[in-house]
């Protein structure tokens, strides 16, 4: 009790104004943030995900970054790291992964309102296919409306999942926890564990509400059209780099940016490894196929020392308040989750 209550001390001394100004001092002088959304739905649409940030919060955050940031691209954030300069204010990246309706629904009008300069990164074997990604399947299944028990032991050795059918971060949790029995597997593993959940989920009835859906070719050509976005790679198939053979990486990585030029129109210089997991060998076949930058789920700050294939980033969801986003916005959401013991594994 005595540590719970030294932690949260701590963590509201580091959330204080002078605390947050002398962190943003620092980062100024020493690097750019890169922030990780996945998904932005409108705030009546109800979802138990951490990865689906809802359209007022988003505003809220963006109008905070406006007042203490410069908002950058990153090319902008790279050519700043190369030349430092005086008195410029701290600089952010604003990133989303994976490709889901929202972007076009909810994020693009934003964007366009507020000139506000964005990455998305795409995977694109669920875009062309039109199929959900297995850990939207799960979260899909999940949002049960009546009590629910998920027994994973037999096939996974993970034992049970308990959901109590009531909306809330705790359901997250425990969805989060589900996830993390196949994050570390091959694509297939993970697959499998989808179509169980979802017999299992069965049993129970639905809640109401919006489920996660893919989006469509012509959506991703209506976000290449803003002035204010960049699309980067996310692979084809969002496996796990290090998992794949060193002609699975290459033919995924080819096949997504074929497809994305296709779509876009343009040419694809920027790429997020599939929830974030990455190894020397991935490193160098993304730098091999040309990417200009590649990012990575390892929270930190992008300094010029920073290798330019393994950058940094901190992730943002839909449980993170205002007082613990102020912090992810200095890099030090590590610090954050870890004094709340509360944080998801923001690997999806």
Known sequence: MIR??????LYHALNSDVSLARLRR?????????????????????????????????????????????????????????????????????????????????????????????????????IERQCHMWFDRVINALQVAEPLEIDLGPLYGAGSFHFSGVPGQATWLEIDRLLEVAKSSSIERCEDLAREVERQAARAARRAGARLMPLRPDGVGALARSRW?????????????????????????????????????????????????????????????????????????????????????????????????RIAATGGIGITRRLLLSGPSARI
């Open 4 to 9: 719970r209550a030294a932690r949260h001390l």
């Open 26 to 126: 620092a980062l100024r002088r020493h690097g750019v943030v890169v922030l990780m959304y996945h998904e932005v739905w409108g705030d009546s649409e109800e979802i138990d995900a951490w990865t689906v940030t809802r359209r007022s919060e988003f505003l809220r955050q963006v109008e905070y970054l406006r007042r203490h940031y410069d908002v950058l691209t990153l090319d902008e954030a790279a050519a700043r790291l190369a030349a430092p300069a005086r008195g410029v204010r701290p600089g952010v990246v604003i990133t989303f992964d994976d490709g889901h309706q929202g972007l076009v629904d909810v994020l693009l009008p934003m964007v366009e309102s507020e000139h506000l300069p964005v990455t998305i990164y795409l995977a694109s074997g669920h």
């Open 229 to 325: 976005i960049e699309i980067g790679g996310h692979s084809h198939c969002h496996g796990l780099f290090p998992l794949l053979s060193p002609a699975e990486r290459r033919e995924s990585l080819q096949r997504n940016r074929e497809l994305l030029r296709e779509w876009t129109g343009r040419e694809i210089r920027h790429f997020a490894y599939p929830s974030g997991e990455h190894d020397a060998a991935s490193v160098c076949a993304v730098a091999e196929s040309g990417f200009a930058t590649a990012v990575t789920t390892v929270p930190g700050i992008w300094t010029a020392a920073t290798p330019v294939h393994r950058i940094p980033r901190v992730g943002v969801g839909r449980y993170d308040d205002m007082s613990v986003f």
